[in-house]
């Protein structure tokens, strides 16, 4: 069964800073992978997803992540955070079963931007 | 991009009741999905709504707790019975957006058992 790890339960950066959330993932193929954003009383907005080729994706506000199969790891980056990036960020993977997509999340982590 | 609205946003409800939350999406799909999160959790997929025949139950759901309804490609509808408080959590609809495999959620409904 596949199975999502976001090590950091909560992160703290300065505004300006870079960012790197972790994702770490398990499944036995090739996997579809995705990112997910939570602001605080939404819903989830996908902000990018790798299905194949390119292992660097490029996301919606200013947002990347690296696919690296050998390390199981797709992780989120971002050069310089804004104060409207404090969210709940979501990685996911996704099987196709049945001809269903399913993602499987990982438990999130929650970024605070400080001043 | 698909549109999804939830209703209601938010209810309180007494244990022993069943509340009842529907999804609209303004254009079809086919493929719909339930999920929970429960409170500081990720997100658990409860069932697939399938158009025209019973929901598909993910482990550990069953359709007597959540029954669902998929009467068209538009419109589908949860249902959480006979609640206890274990059962606050937030309630997300989800649709497959057709080809690309991207999910589109509601905002969900959060849901408060007394």
């Known amino acids: 069964a596949q199975s999502v790890t976001q090590p950091d339960i909560h992160i703290t950066v300065s505004e300006g800073a870079s960012l790197e959330l972790r994702c770490n993932y398990s499944?036995?193929?090739?996997?579809?992978l995705f990112w997910y954003v939570q602001s605080p009383g939404q819903g989830l907005q996908l902000l990018l997803k790798?299905?194949?080729?390119?292992?660097l994706v490029q996301g919606i506000k200013g947002f990347e992540a690296e696919f690296k199969r050998s390390q199981s790891s797709f992780n989120l980056r971002k050069p310089s955070v804004h104060w409207s990036d404090a969210a709940e960020y979501f990685c996911?993977?996704?099987?196709?079963?049945?001809?269903?997509?399913?993602?499987?999340f990982g438990t999130g982590t929650r970024l605070t931007i400080i001043p | 991009s698909a549109v999804i609205s939830q209703k209601p946003s938010r209810d309180i409800c007494q244990r022993g009741t069943s509340l009842t939350i529907q999804c609209q999406v303004d254009?079809?799909?086919?493929?719909m999905f339930w999920y929970r999160q429960q409170p500081g959790q990720s997100l658990t997929l409860i069932a697939t709504?399938?158009?025209?025949?019973?929901?598909?139950?993910e482990s550990g759901f069953v359709i007597d707790k959540f029954p669902i309804s998929r009467p068209n490609l538009t419109f589908s509808t949860l249902t959480v019975s006979n609640m206890s408080p274990e059962d606050s959590s937030i309630y997300l609809c989800s649709v497959e957006s057709s080809g690309t495999g991207e999910l589109f959620f509601g905002e969900g409904s959060r849901l408060t058992v007394l």
């Open positions: 254009s079809q799909v086919t493929m």
């Open positions: 790798y299905f194949s080729g390119d292992t």
């Open positions: 499944y036995g193929a090739t996997p579809y």
């Open positions: 996911a993977v996704g099987a196709r079963s049945r001809g269903n997509e399913k993602l499987t």
């Open positions: 709504a399938n158009q025209g025949s019973e929901a598909t139950y």
